[in-house]
């Protein structure tokens, strides 16, 4: 072992501090989460059992208030069977905002429909509905809204109203802001279907998976079939996504030798969530799956304690904004009147400089910012003439831990 990582986790220690800087992805794995992977790698049998599934599923849509939640092995994966249940054809327009990542539009791509985009503001990275409005045409038939970084985006009920009167479809993109809530209501209930992310650097994590969730009947029917019809991961990725969760739980929050050890027997398989087939935008081998019923297991896990994870991600999101308050030059996002977010990062907008060279946020904040999003299409950057204020973000905003 490198004796200068075990200085290092001992003088953080020491200081009261957690032994690692904060990581982005798998903060929210604990040792719970560690030891069920640990046994279901040693219980190959007991993955074909589904009742973790529909147990996951049904706690799921009660924690979001949604009558009906279906998994699959993606965010991305979810959006396709939502497009799909909302009985989207090729040509069809989804206007959504510019300032996203790449497998949304992808998911669009792949259902045959055109994403149109629509900028941004700056306050809490939501579609501006001014500028929404204008890109509204004729062959439009859905919205798709967007919260992120565990922010309420500030246009949002506002969006829903405007497109309900034009007979418009509403999608809502919640993977960055799962358990969020505007006036008591959790983000994804205004929408027809909402979808969730499970990825690793998500609200609460499976290493992959995502959920569409709906309140309505006939169009949980569509979903349901689309998630029937969805094939299922073979062995070796089931075990390969559980190998993960003990990666990167050990990544996350274990000692160096701890993480050291995890590296040499998993690090081989670690997950990679968008590859580089789909930054180029084609649709990856093995894309569409349904979530596994061993990965439920650990979403049934996550779920007995995000509200607290999500309850201290506000608390030190409140210590980020006290301190970029008492300073110039950084913009702090809005928090929506009657909104609870979950902050899964403390997005700042900083002079584009800034964001270009980090070493002052290393010296002065004593973490590494996140740097989402580093595209308009992160991790693609995308000319969007119409969207000044995307790029703007894409230049400027950095976010910081709120976990770890
Ligand atoms: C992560 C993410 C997605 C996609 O979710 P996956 O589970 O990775 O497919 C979609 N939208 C936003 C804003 C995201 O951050």
């Not at 418009?168 to 006036?183: K, Y």
Request: positive net charge.
């Amino acid at each position: 072992m490198n004796p200068s990582a075990i200085a290092r986790y001992a003088s953080r220690r020491i200081r009261g501090l957690p032994g690692r800087p904060p990581v982005f992805g798998g903060a929210t794995l604990g040792p719970k989460e560690a030891q069920e992977a640990h046994r279901l790698l040693g219980q190959p049998e007991s993955w074909a059992d589904p009742a973790p599934l529909r147990a996951f599923e049904a706690e799921f849509a009660a924690w979001t208030g949604a009558r009906h939640a279906y998994t699959f092995l993606g965010g991305r994966v979810a959006l396709g069977a939502a497009l799909e249940a909302l009985g989207l054809r090729p040509g069809d327009e989804v206007l959504m905002p510019g300032y996203t990542c790449i497998v949304v539009p992808n998911a669009i791509r792949f259902a045959g429909c055109r994403p149109v985009f629509a900028d941004i503001e700056t306050e809490t990275y939501g579609m501006d509905l001014q500028t929404a409005r204008q890109k509204a045409g004729p062959r439009t038939r859905a919205v798709l809204v967007h919260h992120l970084y565990g922010l309420v985006a500030r246009d949002y009920a506002e969006t829903v109203e405007w497109a309900r009167d034009r007979g418009l479809a509403v999608i809502e993109d919640c993977a960055q802001s799962s358990g969020a809530r505007l006036d008591g209501r959790p983000v994804g209930s205004r929408a027809d279907v909402a979808f969730h992310s499970l990825e690793l650097s998500k609200v609460l994590t499976t290493v992959m998976g995502g959920v569409a969730t709906t309140d309505d009947a006939a169009l949980a029917e569509q979903i349901a079939e689309a998630q029937r019809q969805a094939p299922e991961a073979d062995s070796a990725t089931v075990a390969r996504l559980l190998r993960n969760v003990v990666l990167h739980e050990a990544k996350a929050h274990g000692p160096p030798w701890r993480r050291r050890q995890a590296a040499d027997a998993h690090g081989a398989q670690a997950w990679v969530s968008t590859t580089a087939e789909e930054t180029r935008g084609e649709k990856p081998t093995g894309y569409g799956r349904r979530l596994p019923a061993a990965l439920a297991r650990i979403g049934l896990l996550q779920l007995g304690r995000v509200d607290r994870l999500n309850a201290e991600r506000r608390r030190r999101a409140g210590r980020w904004d006290a301190w970029a308050a008492a300073r110039e030059g950084f913009k702090r996002p809005a928090v929506v009147a009657g909104s609870v977010p979950v902050f899964l990062r403390y997005p700042l907008l900083v002079p584009p400089e800034r964001k270009a060279d980090l070493a002052w946020a290393r010296r002065q904040l004593g973490v590494q910012p996140g740097v989402w999003f580093k595209g308009e299409h992160h991790p693609v950057r995308a000319d969007l003439p119409d969207c000044p204020n995307a790029r703007r973000a894409v230049e400027g905003c950095i976010n910081l831990p709120t976990l770890g």
